[in-house]
């Protein structure tokens, strides 16, 4: 079992930023990928960045390329998302989730665990 908890949202001007953290606690192996993903009222839930725990492959949605970073601190079992340059089209539940493969998929379903989600509103 993979216990994920987000923190670090909250509201922000258009331009600002933000850095959510996901702690993981449980079996968190190496070679396990994991998500960051974003819903916005009324929309589906969609991929924004993923990174392999061990860090060295990571891939981002291209609305975000150039705006967000995505890092993990290994010893503290945590994945971090840098926000900067935020806009009001940012705002949604932002959701981290770990999946027992090394393959980074953009899919939600594929993902096994998931944390509770925090809100991130960007005003303009």
């Known amino acids: 079992q993979v216990q994920l908890v987000e923190s670090g949202g909250g509201l922000v001007q258009a331009g600002g930023s933000l850095r959510l953290s996901c702690a993981a606690s449980?079996?968190?192996?190496?070679?396990?990928?994991m998500g960051w993903f974003r819903q916005a009222p009324g929309k589906e839930r969609e991929f924004v960045v993923g990174?392999?725990?061990?860090?060295?492959?990571?891939y981002y949605a291209d609305f975000v390329k150039g705006r967000f970073t995505i890092s993990r601190d290994n010893a503290k079992s945590t994945v971090y998302l840098q926000m900067n340059s935020l806009k009001p089209e940012d705002t949604a539940v932002y959701y981290c989730?770990?999946?027992?493969?090394?393959?980074?998929?953009?899919?939600?379903?594929?993902?096994?665990?998931w944390g509770q989600g925090t809100q991130v509103t960007v005003s303009s």
């Open positions: 989730a770990t999946r027992k493969s090394v393959v980074i998929t953009s899919t939600p379903d594929e993902y096994d665990y």
């Open positions: 449980g079996r968190t192996f190496s070679t396990h990928a």
């Open positions: 990174i392999r725990w061990s860090g060295e492959r990571t």
